[in-house]
């Protein structure tokens, strides 16, 4: 694999069209204006108000997420097709594709032990 440059783009933005979204950060702190997703027990915030996209994500004890999403920040990125990026990029993954709010479908992977949320907003 060819090395890049530290000058480049990674390859997921430059060559394969995704393009950032936030970065999602665990923590166990409370923070002002969580939204809480009932249906995967956590709560989260910061998004909205963040120039940089930064989001805290607060889990609840019961969180049925895998420990790698509850633990390590996570990079997500916007893709057009999702069903295509997963079926043709061999990621594991770590959560099906699945709708966590209207008009929007998520994936979360794992690329060298690092957790990636891979989205696609309805057009």
Aim: aromatic share 12%.
């Amino acid at each position: 694999m060819k090395r890049r440059n530290e000058y480049e783009l990674p390859q997921a933005i430059q060559e394969w069209g995704c393009k950032f979204h936030h970065i999602g950060i665990p923590t166990n702190e409370k923070k002002m204006n969580e939204d809480y997703l009932e249906k995967f027990k956590f709560s989260v915030s910061g998004f909205s108000e963040s120039p940089f996209g930064v989001e805290w994500m607060r889990f609840e004890n019961d969180c049925k997420m895998p420990d790698l999403i509850k633990n390590i920040p996570h990079l997500a990125f916007v893709v057009d097709d999702l069903d295509f990026e997963l079926k043709t990029r061999n990621f594991k993954i770590l959560i099906e594709p699945n709708p966590p709010m209207e008009g929007i479908r998520v994936a979360m992977i794992e690329h060298n032990g690092a957790p990636v949320e891979l989205m696609e907003f309805k057009k």
